[in-house]
């Protein structure tokens, strides 16, 4: 159990972090009043905790390791163990919370209000420190080592903590100052051109919209051109158009060699951006994976829709128990029935209505085109043909029904 008190001097706002002992940003930064217990470096993984699926007090994970082990990629953020509860609380506001983000890569937390996602940014920074667990940033303990881990860092937390009666020059000009950046016009412009705000940097924030508000705080956080970003719900607030124009920029510093770590519970957000989803929930891991393990371990499998002028006939050939009635088909005169179609592994999902496409099962998306051959030499007048992919939102849900169980 530990307790938190406001950081004596501290300037007064909402984010916690910075860099040394001031922070570029309005902070109500929190220190915990406790002695921290000696880091225990981790063990390597058994394979039954690395296989898919792989359930500890009943939480998913898929364990992605270090360079170091040599059974993964090399690690931006380690966290293993970890565990915190504040002093008001009996529940526990992380729960032996493991978290590995590869260097260079998009990680996305994903989970409802109260997982845990801003307490773990937290704890990345070193504005909190865990009762238990192990811990590493860039290489680095965010206990002893939390100045120098916070030059390396850009951290956008879920308010805009700006200065409003300052305009945007003075809001970056500040901020370059206390990282030891080039405080210039010509060293603050760059960032502001790069998130296109830099035509009202004149202007008291006071007047910005919400979605300047974003922008600046965004190049605020690359002012200091970090190795790695920290983005607590990003688009907080947004219209559909700015977020998604936000997610955009930050895909594109993804690409440029930032490591990024961001939390959000919309599920939209992850959707075609991230490299490496993690499911929180209750402070604990419920699987972490890429977009494709995710599909392979809790998606339904590979699945086809297919739409045809005759879907009755389309079903009959998929399962074998007649050929298409279409006789102006070459092919149809000579076929009575057919054997199931190679590569088809399921029963057919009938339309609810002539217009609808019918669903089947596959053995994988790379029997399509073969599959599609099949149907249409059974004389199938086939109008279109696709791919099912189960949705980020499908995955999510299916992976919390597991978590249930």
């Given at each position: 159990?530990?307790?938190?008190?406001p950081?004596?001097g501290?300037?007064?706002g909402?984010?916690?972090g910075?860099?040394?002992?001031?922070?570029?940003?309005?902070?109500?930064?929190?220190?915990?009043?406790?002695h921290?217990?000696?880091?225990?470096?981790?063990?390597?993984p058994?394979?039954?905790q690395?296989?898919?699926?792989?359930?500890?007090?009943?939480?998913?994970?898929?364990?992605?390791?270090?360079?170091?082990?040599?059974i993964?990629p090399?690690?931006?953020?380690?966290?293993r163990?970890?565990?915190?509860?504040?002093?008001?609380?009996?529940v526990?506001?992380?729960n032996?919370?493991?978290?590995q983000?590869?260097?260079?890569?998009?990680?996305?937390?994903?989970?409802?209000n109260?997982?845990?996602?801003?307490?773990a940014?937290?704890?990345i920074?070193g504005?909190l420190?865990?009762?238990v667990?192990?811990?590493?940033?860039?290489g680095?303990d965010?206990?002893?080592?939390g100045?120098?881990?916070?030059?390396r860092?850009?951290v956008?937390?879920a308010?805009p903590?700006?200065y409003?009666?300052?305009n945007?020059w003075?809001?970056?000009?500040?901020a370059?100052?206390l990282?030891?950046?080039?405080?210039s016009?010509a060293?603050?412009?760059?960032?502001a051109e790069r998130?296109?705000?830099?035509h009202?940097?004149?202007?008291?924030?006071?007047?910005?919209?919400?979605g300047?508000?974003?922008r600046l705080?965004?190049?605020?956080?690359?002012?200091?051109?970090?190795?790695?970003?920290?983005?607590?719900?990003?688009?907080?607030g947004?219209?559909?158009?700015s977020?998604?124009?936000?997610?955009?920029?930050?895909?594109?510093l993804?690409?440029?060699g930032?490591?990024?770590?961001?939390?959000?519970h919309?599920l939209?957000?992850?959707?075609?951006?991230?490299?490496?989803?993690?499911?929180?929930d209750?402070?604990?891991n419920?699987?972490s994976?890429t977009?494709d393990?995710l599909?392979?371990?809790?998606?339904?499998?590979?699945?086809?829709?297919?739409?045809?002028?005759d879907?009755a006939?389309?079903v009959?050939?998929?399962?074998?128990?007649?050929?298409?009635?279409?006789l102006?088909h070459?092919?149809a005169?000579?076929?009575?029935?057919?054997?199931?179609?190679?590569?088809v592994?399921g029963e057919?999902?009938?339309?609810?209505?002539?217009?609808?496409p019918?669903v089947?099962?596959?053995?994988d998306?790379?029997?399509?085109p073969?599959?599609v051959?099949h149907l249409?030499?059974?004389?199938?007048r086939?109008?279109?043909v696709?791919?099912?992919?189960?949705?980020?939102?499908e995955?999510?849900?299916?992976?919390?029904?597991?978590q249930?169980?």
């Open positions: 159990m530990v307790n938190s008190q950081v004596a501290a300037p007064g909402n984010f916690d910075g860099v040394g002992s001031a922070s570029p940003f309005p902070t109500d930064q929190t220190e915990l009043n406790a921290p217990a000696t880091p225990v470096a981790p063990e390597a058994t394979p039954e690395t296989a898919p699926g792989y359930s500890d007090q009943s939480s998913y994970r898929h364990t992605l390791g270090q360079s170091a082990d040599g993964g090399a690690l931006g953020i380690d966290m163990g970890i565990f915190l509860r504040f002093a008001e609380s009996d526990p506001a992380l032996n919370l493991d978290l983000v590869p260097l260079g890569k998009l990680t996305v937390l994903l989970g409802p109260g997982a845990g996602k801003t307490t940014i937290r704890m920074t504005a420190t865990p009762e667990g192990y811990r590493r940033v860039l680095r965010p206990h002893t080592q100045a120098d881990i916070r030059t860092v850009g956008v937390s308010e903590a700006l409003e009666r300052l945007g003075e809001n970056l000009r500040y370059a100052q990282y030891g950046c080039d405080d016009d060293g603050i412009r760059p960032a998130f296109g705000i830099e009202a940097l004149d202007q008291k924030v006071a007047g910005y919209s919400t300047m508000k974003t705080t965004l190049s605020r956080a690359i002012l200091n051109s970090p190795e790695l970003l920290l983005l607590d719900e990003p688009t907080s947004l219209d559909p158009e977020a998604k124009a936000v997610l955009e920029l930050i895909a594109e993804c690409r440029d930032i490591t990024v770590l961001m939390c959000t919309l939209s957000e992850a959707e075609g951006i991230a490299d490496q989803l993690v499911v929180l209750a402070g604990r419920l699987v994976g977009p393990e599909t392979e371990w809790f998606g339904p499998g590979p699945l086809m829709r297919i739409t045809a002028s879907p006939a389309l009959n050939v998929l399962r074998g128990t007649g050929a298409a009635q279409n102006s070459p092919a005169a000579t076929v009575a029935t057919r054997p199931p179609v190679p590569g592994v057919p999902v009938l339309p609810n209505s002539a217009s609808d019918v089947v099962a596959i053995e998306h790379s029997v399509i073969d599959i051959d249409v030499s059974s004389g199938i086939i109008e279109r696709e791919p099912v992919v189960p949705t980020l939102e995955l999510y849900f299916s992976i919390r029904s597991q249930r169980r």
